[in-house]
């Protein structure tokens, strides 16, 4: 492939999943969720820890990140994380039974920062099951200049209709991690992380966030089912530094998501929903 990013849109990835049981009951345990068993539908955003092409060591750059130029376009020395997305909930996935996700690079796009150029991947997922498109997604990747991260965000949070404190540990980075098959070394590997990538400490995971603020949105309101997502991070949030995720309904089958801490929003979303019954 070319080094210009933008000869890198349409370029295309397909795998399978055996949507297995034992790997759903690992995510659960790592939630401190019920273990789901074959035939239960898996809960919302679990599917990032399936579909993970797996690659050798040698296959991966020094940032633990599978290495550019594979999938995703070659980075050009700039560090790279996953920015936001949205995801469409058509039905269900369901555990216990094989399915296939097909992916494609849908847009390349360059931006201004306030650390200089940014470089914006949309990578667009379909995923079938038993010939059902169940969800639609886009993630929004960013390719961006090596910077010292933006530790706070001046800016008021919402009131909160629900809300849940979430402490993150080292256990449950690593689990994350180890489900998601993530090895970016941000996550698990301090010297790394504070060194040579200017954090405090290790890195909560944008999609465990993601994931954790849907599951409070669907604690809080057993009567609504999730129809859309979009989600962005604002800022991180670090080790052992507890944060909320919260939310309110703004509107007629809409609800506000996000996190916080005392030092302001970190990652905000909205969620269109509807009834159960309907």
Known sequence: MSDA??????????CTDAMDSALAARIAAMLDRPAPVVGDELAPLWHWAFFQIPVSPSDTGHDGHIA???FLPTSGGNTRMWAGGRVEFHKPLTIG??????????????????????LFVT???????????CLSEEQDIVYKAPASPKLSLDRPVPDAQWSNRVTPSPLLLFRYSAVTFNGHRIHYDRPYA???????????HGP???????????????G????????????????????NVEGRI??????ALWAANEDGPAHEGEIEFKENNR
């Open 97 to 118: 039974h094989p399915a296939e996700r097909s992916s494609i690079i849908h847009s390349v796009n360059e931006k201004d920062g306030r650390s200089g150029k940014l």
């Open 224 to 243: 609504l089912t999730p129809v859309r997502l979009s989600y962005r991070g604002l800022r991180p949030l670090t080790l052992n530094k507890s944060f």
């Open 5 to 14: 990013p933008e000869d890198w849109i349409g370029k295309r990835e397909a």
């Open 123 to 133: 990578v667009r997922h379909d995923y079938h099951q038993k010939g059902e498109l």
């Open 208 to 222: 465990l966030i993601a994931t954790l603020m849907v599951q409070a949105f669907v604690d809080a309101n057993p």
């Open 250 to 255: 703004v509107g007629d089958g809409k609800a």
């Open 194 to 204: 504070t060194e040579e990538e200017g954090y405090p400490d290790l890195v909560v």
């Open 68 to 70: 550019p130029g594979r």
